[in-house]
Every structure is written in C-alpha cells, then in structure tokens.
C-alpha cells in the first residue's frame, strides 16, 4: 500500500534514475509489511489494552461480582444514554450538525459521549468526516475494503499513519467551546463520565459500588464501543443499497437494532446532513426520535431534513439502474442494426426450400424450431410460411399478445430490403430527438410493453385489408 500513489505525470520519469526523496528515508511503520519480528511494532498497545484489555479483566471480575437487577438496569440505561452521546452527540450533532442543541443538551451529549470511550469529539469528527469524503478508498480511516475486521476493530488496534488519512474541514469544531473542553480534558471526562460515575450512581444509590464498576463501567464501555463500532463495518457490509450501490454504505434493520439506529447507513451516506437515519415510520431510529423529542423540549432546533422529491429521485434512479442490468441478462432478440438485409426473393426461396421463415413488420423470423409449439395450432403458423404475415399477426388472423412479439423478436434473422414498417421506424429511430431516453445506460433500448417493432399500433381488421 504505497502512501504515495503513481499518477500520470509520474510515469514520465523511471523511477531507477531518481534518487530517493530523504523524507522518504524514514519510512512509518505502516509502511513496512508485518513480519514475525516487527509485528508487535504495528500494533497499538495503548488501544489494544483500552478496547480489548480492560473487557477481558471485566469478564474475569465480573466472576466474583454478583448482578444485583438494579445493576442490571442502570448498565443498560447507561449503555443508552452512552449511546446516544455517540449517536446524537459526536455523530449528528457535531460530526454533520445535522440539527443545532442548546448548551445543555451539548454539555450532557459531550459528556455521556466521552463515557462510550470511543476518543474527543474533535478526534471523532475529524476522522468521521474523512470516512464520508474519502468512502472506500486509502484515505478512508476505516475503510470497509480493507476487511471487515478492519473496519470494526483493525484500525485502532493497529497502528495508522496519520498522514494517509484524509483531510477533513473541522474549523467549526475548533470554534466550538464544549469540543475544545472536552478535548483538552477527555482524560478526565473519560475516567469520570467511563467508570466513576456509573460506580458512583450504584454505590450511593443501592450500596453496589463494586457491581457498579464491573457492570455499568467496564463491561458497558465494552458492549457501547462493540455496537458504535459496527456503524463503521457491519452498516459498510450488510443489507441493501436503496440510494447508491458505488460504495459500500448498506441499509439493514439488524445494524439498525445494534446501533441506535444508524443501521440505514446507505441513505446516511447520501443525505449525511439529514437529522434522521430511518426515513420510514417503521423504521428503528432511536436516535431521531431522541432528537425529536429534545426539539419538542426546546433543547435542540434547526432539524435539517432532505427534501422528500429529492431522496425519491436517488430512489427511483437506483431501481433505474437495476432495472437495467436485469434487462441487460434477458435475450431481446438481435437489434434490428445488426440484422443482415435480405431480397424478398431469397426470403421466398429459403422458405420454399423448408426453412420455416415468416415475414412480419418487414423483419424475417425463423419459426422452424417454434413450429410444433405454436399455441394457435401448426397449420396457421404454416400458412404464414414464406409470406407477409404482418397483418395476420397483429389482428387479421389472431390480435397476439405482448408476450409474443416479445418471443417472436427472439426469433429475427433478417430485415427484408425496402420492408415497409422497417424503413419507417428507422426513420423515426433518426428523426426523434428523444431517441436517446429509449436507451438504458448500457445502451441497449429499451422494449416497452406493446412498442415491439412487430406490433402495428392500430390493429388491422381483416386480412383483406392488408
Ligand atoms: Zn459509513
Ligand atoms: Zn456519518
């Protein structure tokens, strides 16, 4: 993974005749691939011991710890409002000031936010910001592409060189006194708001400071951290992509239920100012309804919201685009371009030679496999055989459906010279500006129901018409 990575003008000098850069000299040890000997120096131990050591003792000494059930329930609580520090606090409020809070509500998100151990706001949002920027690629934090353990965990476990990452604006951020507080003081926001308060609010209240630190404390840091992180693997993983499927942004309930709703990362990662995650009522938001509620409350104003017209069109481009690939894998028939031109009088010999050929709109089918299985019974079809059966197709004999002149374009071989219907729709094809809107993005056209070229738009009334 070269930091630098080869652009155009680079290729112009070979690279043998340059002498090395002394910047490049000191290589980050990102840089270097992990070996048996330095694979320790790759890791970081600080966050090893912050993200995976102290759960595990957690675990140990929650052994000899037992769970009271008020306990219980504050964890959980705590686990929520933690939660939702990271949520509505580092990630729509400052992150995407998708809404604005009042002074207390920032106070109480920069404070239950730094309980979830999870770095300042000001550390967050920068690299959450980059994460939206630079989406799948190197200079992505914690791109998904890089594994989904990576993602989750990979990226602060193991050592980043800082320099790769992208940047990011966080001017506001640095204009903003809750963010410099709780930055210059996040070790002791973290200590009291991570483990003393929780152990404080048990063990004044019911006499359970050590179940308090065990439970509401360590092992709710660890559960907190596991469910925010997954916003940054699972929600970059699993499920669909309703809005833009060129990156890896997904939307699924499960990641929904584990993360306070931001489990709709898909439409997060179009509409990333949008308050909301869930657009749909059913949808699990927790998160937006909290900030819902604060707004009610007078705590939080200026919810930013997408206009509807504008997520539908996202909506409706992506069905677009798959609706084109399925169309893409179906066999419409040879486009009528690359159809060779026949004299009537050949497309009169092979037929008389035993060649099932019929020809309808101008265009010649070769019916011979189809003959047996012709719904109508062999003996009409036949009677088409080596003639211009247009209007028996389309009405003097049997008004066929959609379905079979979309089977009967399977089976075109050939455009007769001259062919009526054929040189009017060329003609058309070039005198109608709006042609190009006919054609899907791989440049295919697209065959509306009832506009195949075989079907003749008033429907002929007898045979003798024709
Ligand atoms: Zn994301
Ligand atoms: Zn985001």
Redesign the pocket.
């Known amino acids: 993974m070269p930091s630098h990575q080869a652009v155009a003008g680079d290729l112009a000098v070979d690279p043998q005749f340059v002498s090395e850069p002394a910047e490049t000299k000191k290589v980050h040890i990102t840089d270097t691939p992990i070996t048996k000997s330095n694979w320790y120096k790759h890791v970081d131990w600080l966050n090893c011991f912050f993200i995976l050591g102290i759960p595990a003792l957690g675990c140990v000494a929650a052994f000899w710890t037992p769970l009271q059930w008020k306990t219980a329930l504050w964890a959980v609580i705590y686990y929520f409002w933690t939660g939702l520090g990271i949520t509505a606090g580092y990630?729509r409020l400052w992150?995407?000031k998708s809404y604005s809070a009042r002074l207390p509500l920032q106070i109480f998100l920069a404070a239950v936010g730094g309980g979830a151990v999870e770095g300042s706001i000001r550390w967050w949002s920068r690299g959450?910001r980059a994460?939206?920027r630079y989406t799948d690629t190197n200079k992505d934090p914690y791109s998904v592409r890089k594994g989904l353990l990576y993602s989750h965990l990979g990226w602060m476990v193991m050592k980043q060189n800082p320099k790769r990452i992208g940047r990011s604006d966080i001017t506001d951020l640095n204009e903003d006194p809750v963010v410099i507080w709780q930055h210059k003081h996040y070790l002791e926001v973290v200590a009291f708001m991570g483990l003393i308060f929780p152990t404080l609010v048990a063990g004044l209240l019911w006499g359970d400071f050590q179940g308090g630190f065990i439970y509401a404390g360590i092992l709710r840091i660890f559960f907190v951290q596991q469910a925010t992180f997954c916003v940054n693997s699972l929600a970059h993983w699993l499920g669909d992509q309703p809005f833009d499927d060129r990156n890896s942004p997904r939307d699924h309930v499960i990641t929904a239920l584990v993360t306070l709703g931001e489990g709709y990362h898909n439409f997060?990662?179009e509409f990333?100012s949008d308050y909301r995650n869930a657009i749909e009522w059913h949808q699990y938001d927790p998160t937006k309804w909290c900030i819902w509620v604060w707004s009610k409350l007078g705590l939080a104003y200026g919810l930013k919201q997408f206009r509807a017209n504008e997520i539908e069109k996202g909506r409706v481009q992506q069905l677009q685009k798959k609706l084109d690939q399925k169309r893409s894998q179906l066999d419409w028939g040879v486009p009528l371009e690359q159809l060779p031109v026949i004299e009537w009088d050949d497309f009169v010999e092979q037929s008389n030679n035993g060649r099932g050929l019929v020809c309808i709109a101008g265009i010649v089918h070769d019916v011979t496999e189809f003959i047996n299985e012709h719904p109508g019974g062999r003996a009409l079809i036949k009677s088409g055989l080596g003639k211009d059966a247009t209007a028996m197709f389309n009405g003097g004999v049997y008004f066929h459906s959609n379905a079979a002149h979309n089977l009967l374009s399977t089976m075109r071989v050939g455009l007769i010279r001259g062919g009526c219907e054929v040189e009017i729709w060329k003609r058309a094809q070039k005198e109608n500006k709006d042609a190009q809107y006919s054609k899907d993005e791989f440049g295919n056209p697209i065959i509306r129901a009832g506009n195949q070229v075989t079907k003749i738009q008033q429907p002929i009334v007898s045979a003798s018409a024709a």
Do not use: L, M, R, S
């Open positions: 990630h992150a995407h959450h994460h939206h997060h990662h990333p």
